[in-house]
């Protein structure tokens, strides 16, 4: 992920304890949110973005604070094609051993203990770090908050949905993409995975980089 000026501006003014590290390309600091599970769109929702009612409401809203880690080097992606991330405070080894559960059961790489973000096959997005981390990484921290406070069990039922590690996860994966190209949504409507986001700002990416790697 390249940062522009403009990307370095806006973590200063929207995350000031997280410092773009130029010479190291990572971003290191601590990560701090709050954030809501919605049970009306089953979507994790950020403070700050569209939701504040819904934080406020909310009796699953979690503010919290990470010490992480993002590497932004060509070379440091996780086999799943994101940028990688780690949790270097050493909670999740502590959240794994208070609920009895292996880090990958937190999604967490064993061998390298950066964070499994998601299956992603659509490489060719323009990847910015605002859709990043409002996306992919803070809800992935929410995701570890709320297994520390309610257990794994109810992280697992509310939150995750999760497909199965490794490979097996990647097949449920394309079989869930070409599940929503069956449907043939519009561009311009809402996405069938539930989201309600318009279907070309949502899963649109992935479905056709599936179906363009299944006719390689």
């Not at 520390?148 to 996860?169: K, P």
Request: hydrophobic share 35%.
């Amino acid at each position: 992920m390249n940062l522009t000026d403009g990307d370095t501006e806006w973590l200063r003014s929207f995350f000031p304890s997280l410092v773009h590290d130029q010479n190291a390309q990572r971003i290191v600091g601590e990560l701090d949110f709050c954030a809501c599970f919605d049970n009306a769109t089953n979507k994790i929702q950020i403070e700050g973005l569209e939701c504040d009612d819904a934080i406020r409401g909310s009796d699953s809203v979690i503010c919290d604070v990470f010490e992480i880690e993002i590497l932004l080097d060509a070379e440091s992606v996780d086999p799943n094609g994101w940028p990688k991330v780690h949790e270097v405070g050493g909670r999740y080894k502590a959240i794994a051993e208070k609920h009895g559960v292996g880090v990958i059961d937190l999604h967490f790489f064993p061998d390298s203990g950066a964070c499994c973000l998601g299956i992603r096959y659509s490489q060719e997005r323009n990847l910015t770090l605002e859709h990043f981390l409002y996306n992919r990484v803070i809800p992935f921290f929410y995701r570890l908050s709320y297994t520390d406070r309610f257990g794994i069990e109810a992280a697992r039922r509310d939150l995750w949905g999760e497909y199965s590690h490794g490979d097996n996860g990647r097949i449920e994966h394309v079989r869930e993409m070409l599940s929503l190209n069956r449907r043939n949504p519009g561009r311009n409507g809402p996405c069938p995975c539930g989201s309600g986001i318009k279907y070309k700002k949502c899963c649109l990416d992935e479905v056709q980089a599936v179906l363009r790697n299944r006719k390689r």
